[in-house]
């Protein structure tokens, strides 16, 4: 399962990244919600966890979907 994470938070990355990462769950992470979308591809990502002020987790998914 591979997850990205949108947060401009670098503590709640890493808190995330080391308990996620060694049980086999790699992140990827970005803090601006704009440069997460625009490299998605279709089925790179199981998990989508963001917390960002800029743009909800709603609007995320739409961008997405607008593209794909």
Known sequence: MRLLLIDDDTLI???LQAA???AGYPCD???D???AVKPYRPG???VLLTDMPQMSGTDVL???RSRY
């Open 13 to 15: 990355f890493e808190s």
């Open 20 to 22: 996620l990462a060694p």
């Open 29 to 31: 992470w970005y803090t």
């Open 33 to 35: 919600p704009a440069q």
């Open 44 to 46: 790179q990502y199981d």
């Open 62 to 64: 739409r961008q997405v």
